[in-house]
């Protein structure tokens, strides 16, 4: 319960820092705006109007991460696990994204033998597509592609998501699922994240017993590869 309780007093503490950071830099922006700094032209304030949004996805991007960090400590398994059928969520995730992949030319294709069926609580299967979904585009390339493959032996089931991204290198991966981990380089400097999702998505694999491996070759892509029991214990 200790343990707990540091993780989330951490947690809380990071949160406050990256809320303080960027609504003082979207407050720098308003102001800006509001002095006419730059000119009397709507044109003139291109840059810190896209900027000010990046800030606010950044910020709502972090308390959906929070929320769902502190869910998956608190809530009870048990009472809400049913059968999720995996290409709803997937096509799910894929229309959330899309959008953002029509901005970046970033194809998306899903790939299925079958409609594969796991017992688990809908919602952390919604968290593992979301967030692997979503990283798959944000840190492709313009015009890149994203592979997303679900498949099933008789135990468990097989997810694959595959990017022909700016990749991650061999250092990098080693603290890939720690928790406020992101990948800082001048390729990523733009990308938005609370460096939790990752670390979400193994909290939540580990809670079913299933596991998760990448595999990366920087300015190649990254794959990403998932196996869930079928049944939870």
């Known amino acids: 319960l200790n343990c707990e309780r540091r993780l989330l007093n951490r947690v809380e503490r990071r949160q406050r820092q990256m809320c303080i950071r960027d609504s003082n830099a979207v407050e720098g922006y308003l102001k800006m705006m509001q002095e006419r700094q730059s000119g009397d032209r709507i044109e003139d304030y291109t840059i810190p109007i896209e900027r000010s949004l990046q800030r606010i996805h950044w910020m709502k991007s972090l308390i959906m991460d929070l929320l769902?960090?502190?869910?998956?400590?608190?809530?009870?398994?048990?009472?809400?696990?049913?059968?999720?059928?995996?290409?709803?969520?997937?096509?799910?995730?894929?229309?959330?994204?899309?959008?953002?992949?029509?901005?970046?030319?970033?194809?998306i294709n899903l790939g299925m033998k079958s409609d594969v069926i796991i017992m688990a609580d809908p919602t952390d299967m919604e968290i593992i597509f979301?967030?692997?979904?979503?990283?798959?585009?944000?840190?492709?390339?313009?015009?890149?592609?994203?592979?997303?493959?679900?498949?099933?032996?008789?135990?468990?089931?097989?997810?694959?998501?595959?990017?022909?991204?700016?990749?991650?290198?061999?250092?990098?991966?080693?603290?890939?699922?720690?928790?406020?981990?992101?990948?800082?380089?001048?390729?990523?400097?733009?990308?938005?994240?609370?460096?939790?999702?990752?670390?979400?998505?193994?909290?939540?694999?580990?809670?079913?017993?299933?596991?998760?491996?990448?595999?990366?070759?920087?300015?190649?892509g990254t794959t990403f590869r998932i196996c869930l029991p079928k049944k939870f214990n």
């Open 130 to 220: 979301n967030n692997l979904v979503s990283n798959a585009v944000k840190y492709n390339r313009r015009g890149g592609k994203v592979d997303i493959v679900i498949d099933e032996d008789e135990e468990n089931v097989i997810l694959l998501f595959a990017d022909t991204g700016i990749g991650i290198s061999e250092p990098d991966r080693k603290n890939l699922f720690s928790d406020f981990v992101r990948i800082k380089n001048e390729k990523t400097k733009n990308i938005g994240g609370s460096g939790l999702g990752l670390s979400i998505v193994k909290q939540v694999l580990d809670m079913y017993h299933g596991s998760i491996t990448v595999d990366s070759v920087p300015d190649v």
């Open 68 to 107: 769902d960090f502190t869910r998956i400590r608190l809530e009870r398994k048990d009472e809400k696990i049913e059968e999720v059928h995996l290409k709803d969520i997937a096509s799910n995730a894929i229309v959330a994204i899309r959008p953002y992949a029509i901005r970046m030319e970033v194809g």
